[in-house]
């Protein structure tokens, strides 16, 4: 999640059960419900093909939203779930859930990558290759950071860079347990080629030798 935290625009819904649900899919709008917080439920209807796209973009349930409401405050909220149809898989409804500034919340960070021009690995005609794009932390709601920083002004070709070599934000934690790789340099394509074809050339070389230890002895 990179930059400012996405609106989400809804309207409040007249009326629940399934009569209203219908007419609000019947108007191309998806019925929801927004809960927590210490408020009361509120009614909401989404535009069908606004929630489409979001939904496309990837990662709904793991986003941070500001839920735009008129009439009411904007709220920060995350899904909780999206309810679709058994046949054509389309959305039939969403909950989506108030936060709290203390609450926690897992969501995927940004990566930024600074000290290029100054990386030695770089430099020498390595190739950086981004493995992770965006990190999972679980963070604290009212102190979300905007991406983590990744330094590589001191890789060499063949290192990587792995999460527990980044200074990550107060309170903020991997949800994944293992030491996972961000990103590494490596060596260019010319090169590694280059040493495929030694290796292949040595192997070839052990190979003749060894016919020909065999040949000696018969």
Known sequence: MAGEIPDLHAQERTGTGKGAARAARRAHMVPGIVFGGDTDPLPINIPYNA????????????????????????????????????????????DLMRLRRTTKINLFIHVDFVGEEDCPGLRAGGVLTVVRPEVELRVT???????????????????????????????????IDRDFVIANVSAPSSLRSADDEEEEGEEAEAEGAEDTGESSED
């Not at 939203?65 to 008129?70: G, M, P």
């Not at 995350?78 to 969403?94: E, F, G, M, N, S």
């Open 51 to 94: 929630l489409i796209k979001k939904l496309k973009d990837g990662r709904f349930k793991s986003t941070l939203f500001n839920l735009k409401v008129d009439g009411h405050e904007d709220v920060r909220v995350i899904c909780r779930d999206v309810q679709r149809d058994v046949v054509k898989d389309l959305p039939t409804h969403l």
């Open 141 to 175: 709601a009212g102190d979300i950071p905007e991406s983590i920083t990744v330094d590589l002004s001191k890789l060499q070709i063949g290192d990587t860079v792995t999460i527990s070599d980044v200074d990550l934000p107060k309170g903020a934690k991997p949800t």
